[in-house]
């Protein structure tokens, strides 16, 4: 499966890290790399992420054989549209977004006779360290990659991609569009929404600093994901928005239940449901397979 | 600052590691141990916690210099009331409670002339596993600890139970009790009301099992905290309800606020509130002084 020319169109942490991946597993001849920023182009063939830097986006897509979009999501349309008509018709086009029926419906509107062609993938994969200085070849190794193929999608594009996740060493998942912004929703997007909330909470308040100097880890560990990008968590969000608004219902109704025990204090009710949280909580553990 | 005898109720993690660190510190000459299971005062004596195990807490106090109450919340009442008969005159009684509010209130009804012995301490310490087997000389080193003195407290009694925790080597923070509540409703008790309510709202949905088995390390974090005792957290949110639920409903705002720039697909909106939740949280970091 060897690839003579990797395109790859945003040369991020989630980029980057594939090509040097793809080469580390010896998938690649030839790796061109488009950011949009100069430094970031500099940086990428610093760092021996890719073989050669081109202007534009279309020059990191005409006679690739496969094309990785990890851009922002306020890019990913626009970069389909060049993607119609400066991809090959044998190139696979992949992405790496954290939502996937706001993508599938970008290509519906954008990528033409090239739908068949992309397989939209959410690899379950990243750091706090963003950017191409960041990328390692091993960032997606042992960690899941959701592949939600549209209707459009060829079968073999899918099996294409699922081979090259599975030789830069993921685990592949299968999932629908839908099914993907439903389960995020509820195991991530949700979390964060919360997270973020409950921060701005604090800080509507007048002794929120001292309050602060008090907390501890139990606090570091729920909060930390409030101190993730906010760009890239507007865009998710909003994105993913329908499915959000569904899973912060469920928790609403949740939390209204525990807080009529505690306003009726009922302390069986109260123990009862908590003891339900724990034991769910408590059998839960971090898995790729 | 020799103490002739410590009285330990309850020869748990809290107890029991107040107890090493005592003699490690070299302040005790002989700590006497109560707890209300046969098993447990064996493993104190075994550990080398206590010097001498008593099948009463009366016992425990009579003839101590210094009590540390480390029951739980449901028996502080009781323990105070044969507190108020057996402590003597010149004894420092403390506790060790999340909440206290409620133990001063106990103290008022239970303790009559020993109010002026006794100060609420809030030791920010702990560990996921509980019990004597886990105590240790050092768990309260570096780690905060909060006294909230009652009106009723003489002056001298904080001094010394200031000292005694200094010497141990925590941090001393004075707090009135009120002000301790609030402060960790916001910091402590809402962010595990959350998390539970999080997973009560995810255990209530038919996909719970699938979802859960795409949840990444941002999800473990968020919930870390809902694997907490059931027990302890239904007894601290009841004792706190009032500041608990005041801090809760400052949460729904905010949170509200941010659904609503999602409803509205407010992209400027909700971005600029992400942007100072994530402000806040990346500024914060643990510490003890």
């Known amino acids: 499966m060897m690839i003579e020319r990797l395109g790859v169109v945003g040369c991020g942490l989630m980029g980057g890290s594939f090509a040097l991946a793809a080469r ?3 998938l690649v001849r030839e790796v061109v790399g488009y950011s949009p920023s100069a430094s970031t182009r500099a940086a990428a063939l610093a760092h021996g992420v890719i073989d050669r830097a081109v202007d534009h986006a279309s020059d990191a897509m005409n006679q690739a054989d496969m094309v990785l979009l990890a ?61 191409v200085a960041h990328a390692q070849a091993n960032l997606y190794r042992d960690r899941r990659v959701i592949l ?34 439903a389960a995020f929703a509820a195991v991530s997007h949700v979390p964060h929404l ?10 509507g308040q007048p002794e929120f600093d001292p309050w602060l100097r008090l907390a501890g880890p139990g606090f570091g560990d729920f909060t930390r994901i409030a101190a993730s990008d906010p760009t890239l968590w507007r865009d998710v969000l909003l994105a993913n928005r329908t499915q959000v608004l569904a899973q912060t219902q469920a928790f609403e109704q949740a939390l ?8 009726q204090q009922n302390a069986d009710g109260l123990h009862q449901l908590l003891c339900q949280a724990r034991d769910a909580r408590g059998q839960w553990t971090l898995r790729a397979d």
């Open 71 to 131: 851009v922002p999501v306020a890019a990913t349309a626009h970069c389909m549209a060049l993607a119609e008509q400066a991809l090959a018709p044998h190139a696979l086009l992949m992405d790496v977004g954290s939502t996937k029926a706001d993508v599938v419906q970008m290509a519906q509107q954008h990528l033409g006779a090239r739908q068949a062609n992309f397989v939209p993938c959410h690899p379950i994969a990243g750091s706090e360290r963003a950017g």
């Open 148 to 181: 939600t193929p549209a209707k459009a999608t060829a079968s073999d594009a899918v099996a294409h991609a699922q081979s090259v996740w599975q030789a830069l060493g993921a685990r592949v998942t299968r999932m629908s569009p839908a099914a993907h912004d």
């Open 194 to 203: 919360l997270a973020f909330a409950y921060m701005l909470g604090m800080i």
């Open 24 to 26: 580390a597993h010896g």
């Open 256 to 263: 209204s239940t525990l807080t009529q025990c505690l306003a």
